[in-house]
């Protein structure tokens, strides 16, 4: 699929970075095990035998999944030795997000980021984006639950190409922002909108069309076609995500929500019973999103953005 010209009027990209983007498309590819963890993660009947054959492959994977079922997050009496009962501990498809986060992480070495740009918060959204656009699915079952975590995981690749392989044209951006300009807007003077970065990718990627379009209409799930639920899903989710507390610095969430939550077939009252839920399970999942970053307990600022949001009898 390609970018929409004339829908966007900043749809072209720098055409040093669209270079630089196919060069990087032939040099770095996700690793074999994520491609196939998509695949597994994407079909509904896959089965656990197989999600745990993948794993087993790889020491590292499997000794980080033995280790995540055995943490604190999950308080287990007797700890688990086997890969298979870590997937039974940790779930089938949070196993996949954990699985599916180790690859992209490797891929993308976000070391070199600017200082002064919160790499964690990075990661943290696109975990809450991915959870919110599972919860999303599980709700609505227009899409598979599956499908929509990954496209929720991957709707900030571009981002993420941004600050790991372009740092220098990343900090002018921060810079851009700093000096007031709002993050799309920035990209755009810089002709580098990260939906149109993430969407080159994964298409040279030659992932499915869906995380395609659901990548690249993020913003404006208006422009979506053959993918528009999905799309719409991800975008809702991205800026419930923002709104509970996991938003990312750099861009503002400015969504037409009432054409994403038409296509959803939502009503404002079923959202805000959606977020008042979504709100609590947060309060849950925040620790389990650390441990898999090994980033420690949650920060003072997060800590006091959860006790503002969660109602005070849940
Ligand atoms: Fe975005
Ligand atoms: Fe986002």
Known sequence: ???????????????????????????VSLPQITVRLIQLISQPNSSLQELRGVVERDPALTAKVISLANSTYYSLRNPTKTVERAITIIGFQELGLLALGLGLTETFNVSLA?????????????????WVSQRLA?????????????????????????????????????????????????????????????????????LPEGYQEAILCHHNPELAGRYKVLAAMVALADVLAHKIGFGLPT??????????????????????????????????????WRQLLKTGEPTTTQKSRFSALIPEKS
Request: contains cysteine; hydrophobic residues 45%.
């Open 251 to 288: 861009e503002v969430c400015e969504v037409d929500l009432g054409y994403s939550l038409k296509t959803l077939g939502l009503t404002p009252g079923d959202l805000q019973e959606f977020i008042r839920e979504t709100i609590v399970a947060a309060k849950d999942i925040l620790p389990l």
């Open 138 to 206: 599980n709700k609505l079952k227009s899409v598979e639950s599956g499908e929509a975590m990954i496209a929720g995981l991957l709707h900030e690749i571009g981002t993420i190409v941004l600050v790991s392989k372009f740092p220098l044209l990343f900090q002018r951006l921060l810079d851009l922002i700093l000096a007031g300009r709002p993050g799309l807007e920035a990209e755009s003077v810089l002709k580098i909108r990260h939906e149109i970065v993430g969407h080159e990718l994964a298409s040279l990627w030659k």
């Open 1 to 27: 699929m390609a970018p929409r010209e004339g829908k966007t009027p900043d749809s072209r990209l720098d055409p040093q970075v669209a270079h630089r983007l196919k060069e990087l498309s032939l040099l």
């Open 114 to 130: 600017p200082k002064g740009f919160d790499v964690e918060s990075l990661w943290i959204h696109s975990l809450a984006v991915s």
